[in-house]
């Protein structure tokens, strides 16, 4: 297709439209705008133009691969949010679930959970109830595991007590090098548990401080400790009604994901199944915590809660599927007596 230019004084010009041309070219606008909301939103400070450039070539791409993804019709939908211009190697760097072969040392879930699933709700969510403290960020750290390790005990806090307080994973992050865990650079909530058990409870946020996103001093014999745990247990591994009964008895419960793909990086809402997700627990490498259950258009699902901020999901959030036992949500969860 040739289209007639307006040819300027004296002269005269043939212009070609070129709608592969036209395509990339709206795109590429497309993008730089894109790009500079997105920085606006998160402001996002680059340290020279070199890196600039860099993050928005992440941010093209995964921008590509979102709109590809969406376009899919799969049940659930990505979106642009404040990973979008993280490299494979930093989002890795968010996950952080070690994994150690063998008996953790909990206990055997002790529940019949045929029988007992008809006794719990259709549906469950914690939040409701008061049971689930703020979504938090851990920032460039890897330190899932403390997060669910302390959403679970706080959980059991709430049962026990009826109240709900702000544990610290700090202390987690800065004290259990002792049992295994490797701070920032990752951990799991059985060693957490020993040292809380050991150390008679474990400090609220309040009294230990803040989280750093950071290795810290550890200061926790300074500090009064307050949620005293007795022991932990261990979910019947593969099954969901077990997985359903634990968190109806017990309140929100310690699990660990194959976060390792990029839908799940870029998660929006919906109920999210990935065929490519693991379940095996050699797959599983980051650190969650399931605080209900339910049903979303005819699918069921396990609401997750994560610490990648509000920013991420939904309002913090994801909504996984329980069919196929995708991700691995059924093949390692725990929970605390107290």
């Given at each position: 297709?040739?289209?007639?230019?307006?040819?300027g004084p004296g002269d005269k010009h043939i212009?070609?439209?070129?709608?592969?041309?036209?395509?990339?070219?709206?795109?590429?606008?497309?993008?730089?705008?894109?790009?500079?909301?997105?920085?606006?939103?998160?402001?996002?400070?680059?340290?020279?133009?070199?890196?600039?450039?860099?993050?928005?070539?992440?941010?093209?791409?995964?921008?590509?691969?979102?709109?590809?993804?969406?376009?899919?019709?799969?049940?659930?939908?990505?979106?642009?949010?404040?990973?979008?211009?993280?490299?494979?190697?930093e989002l890795k760097a968010l996950r952080g679930?070690?994994?150690?072969?063998?008996?953790?040392?909990?206990?055997?879930?002790?529940?019949?959970?045929?029988?007992?699933?008809?006794?719990?709700?259709?549906?469950?969510?914690?939040?409701?109830?008061?049971?689930?403290?703020?979504?938090?960020?851990?920032?460039?750290?890897?330190?899932?595991?403390?997060?669910?390790?302390?959403?679970?005990?706080?959980?059991?806090?709430?049962?026990?007590?009826?109240?709900?307080?702000r544990l610290s994973q700090q202390a987690l992050?800065?004290?259990?090098?002792?049992?295994?865990?490797?701070?920032?650079?990752?951990?799991?909530?059985?060693?957490?548990?020993?040292?809380?058990?050991?150390?008679?409870?474990?400090?609220?946020?309040?009294?230990?401080?803040?989280?750093?996103?950071?290795?810290?001093?550890?200061?926790?014999?300074?500090?009064?400790?307050?949620?005293?745990?007795?022991?932990?247990?261990?979910?019947?591994?593969?099954?969901?009604?077990?997985?359903?009964?634990?968190?109806?008895?017990?309140?929100?419960?310690?699990?660990?994901?194959?976060?390792?793909?990029?839908?799940?990086?870029?998660?929006?809402?919906?109920?999210?199944?990935?065929?490519?997700?693991?379940?095996?627990?050699?797959?599983?490498?980051?650190?969650?915590?399931?605080?209900?259950?339910?049903?979303?258009?005819?699918?069921?699902?396990?609401?997750?809660?994560?610490?990648?901020?509000?920013?991420?999901?939904?309002?913090?959030?994801?909504?996984?599927?329980?069919?196929?036992?995708?991700?691995?949500?059924?093949?390692?969860?725990?929970?605390?007596?107290?």
């Open positions: 297709m040739t289209c007639v230019g307006f040819p212009y070609t439209f070129n709608p592969m041309r036209e395509f990339v070219h709206n795109y590429d606008r497309h993008v730089n705008e894109a790009f500079e909301d997105f920085k606006n939103m998160h402001n996002k400070n680059y340290v020279n133009h070199v890196e600039q450039l860099q993050r928005k070539e992440l941010f093209r791409q995964n921008l590509r691969f979102i709109h590809s993804t969406n376009r899919a019709n799969k049940g659930y939908q990505l979106s642009v949010n404040h990973l979008v211009d993280r490299t494979d190697l679930k070690q994994y150690t072969a063998g008996y953790n040392g909990g206990q055997p879930f002790p529940y019949n959970a045929e029988l007992e699933v008809t006794k719990i709700p259709d549906e469950l969510d914690w939040r409701l109830y008061g049971a689930v403290t703020p979504v938090k960020d851990q920032s460039v750290c890897g330190s899932c595991w403390s997060f669910g390790t302390t959403g679970a005990v706080e959980g059991a806090y709430y049962m026990k007590y009826g109240k709900l307080v992050i800065d004290c259990s090098w002792g049992y295994g865990n490797n701070g920032c650079d990752g951990g799991e909530d059985f060693r957490s548990y020993q040292w809380i058990m050991k150390h008679g409870g474990l400090p609220s946020e309040d009294d230990y401080g803040g989280y750093l996103g950071q290795d810290g001093y550890c200061h926790a014999n300074n500090v009064p400790t307050i949620a005293n745990i007795t022991g932990y247990v261990n979910v019947t591994s593969d099954d969901a009604n077990a997985l359903k009964v634990a968190i109806a008895k017990h309140g929100p419960v310690s699990i660990a994901i194959d976060a390792s793909h990029k839908t799940f990086s870029f998660y929006s809402h919906g109920v999210y199944y990935d065929s490519a997700c693991g379940n095996t627990e050699e797959s599983l490498d980051h650190a969650v915590l399931a605080v209900g259950y339910g049903k979303l258009n005819g699918k069921d699902y396990w609401l997750i809660k994560n610490s990648w901020s509000n920013y991420w999901g939904n309002d913090g959030y994801i909504l996984m599927s329980q069919e196929n036992n995708n991700c691995g949500v059924l093949t390692n969860p725990t929970y605390v007596t107290m």
